[in-house]
């Protein structure tokens, strides 16, 4: 079977162009495949949410989870992002928080950016499910509520383009976190965190282990025919997503009907982060002029301090110049 794997980066209006042509030759190709490169434009972002859509393809969340978590797990719901610490982040390519099974919580999201995006802000939105968490289950379970009731809350962030320290790191590129004791002691905490670099795994020339999580971030990181081609004969299950991503491109309007809010050039979350980022320089440069000030006020009370000594000294030899005229 001749199959001709397609790429195409922010081409909405080329693609037809292209499928045309490759169908006027004279040997036409039996399967075309449209690889999305990381496309940035509204559409391919929203096709990308489209592909992963827990209510259309539920399948498909809970196997991605469960490659990086490393055992099985299986999203029963999606819950709503509700809460002010998901509101107006714009550049996630996907944000998606679900309940598993056992009743714990898990937030994934793939990120294009990983500006502003701390240790400090992925342990707040860590907390901020084990309190949804909280009320939710103190809320249903009223008087019988113990915190055992309280499972675990995972937080699966996605680099696209990672912050400098990952790339100190060899070549790993999944980072498992959890809180343990010095100890030993056995109490096991309720927050785990899990970061992906999608660049430092592109890095890598050759993955020895082809296993389903290898699949999944090949499939995030595709950038050359041949890749994509590779990879669907080696994760045959992969050509589906290629084919419904392809399909999507070329009528687009069955994404924008799903989504109809429009995504939002400029970012909220950035936009916050930049006002933050001036309000510091301006306090540090208040600093460094109050700074100044006080020891001009300083210098100020000294030379004062020594003007007026002066002026005493000055009357002191007036007044024995006086007396020794006497």
Not at 286 to 311: F, G, M, P, V
Request: aromatic fraction near 8%.
């Amino acid at each position: 079977m001749r199959q001709v794997v397609v790429t195409s980066f922010n081409q909405r209006t080329m693609i037809y162009e292209a499928v045309y042509s490759l169908c006027s030759q004279t040997i036409r190709p039996k399967r075309i495949i449209l690889v999305d490169d990381g496309s940035t434009d509204q559409v391919s972002l929203q096709i990308f949410k489209r592909i992963f859509h827990p209510d259309i393809h539920p399948d498909r969340l809970s196997r991605l989870i469960s490659s990086l978590l490393g055992m099985e797990v299986k999203v029963v719901h999606i819950l709503p992002n509700e809460d002010s610490m998901m509101d107006g982040d714009t550049l996630l390519i996907m944000d998606m928080l679900g309940e598993l099974e056992d009743g714990s919580l898990i937030n994934v999201e793939i990120r294009k950016q990983s500006y502003a995006f701390p240790a400090e802000r992925i342990t707040c939105y860590s907390s901020d499910l084990v309190m949804r968490q909280y009320v939710r289950v103190k809320g249903c379970k009223g008087n019988t509520f113990t915190y055992r009731d309280i499972k675990k809350v995972y937080v699966i962030v996605i680099f696209e383009q990672s912050m400098g320290i990952f790339h100190k790191m060899g070549e790993h590129y999944i980072h498992h976190g959890e809180t343990k004791f010095d100890t030993g002691l056995p109490l096991e905490l309720l927050q785990e965190f899990y970061l992906v670099a999608l660049d430092v795994f592109r890095k890598i020339p050759y993955h020895r282990d082809r296993s389903e999580c290898t699949a999944w971030l090949s499939l995030l990181t595709t950038e050359h025919l041949e890749d994509a081609e590779a990879l669907v004969r080696e994760y045959p299950w992969l050509e589906e997503i290629y084919e419904e991503a392809a399909m999507l491109r070329q009528h687009p309007e069955e994404v924008l009907g799903m989504f109809s809010e429009a995504l939002q050039i400029l970012d909220e979350n950035t936009v916050k982060y930049m006002i933050e980022e001036l309000q510091k320089k301006v306090e540090e440069k208040e600093a460094a002029i109050n700074e100044k000030d006080t020891i001009i006020n300083e210098q100020s009370s000294a030379l004062h301090r020594i003007s007026t000594e002066n002026e005493a000294l000055k009357r002191q030899l007036e007044e024995l110049s006086q007396n020794t005229s006497l």
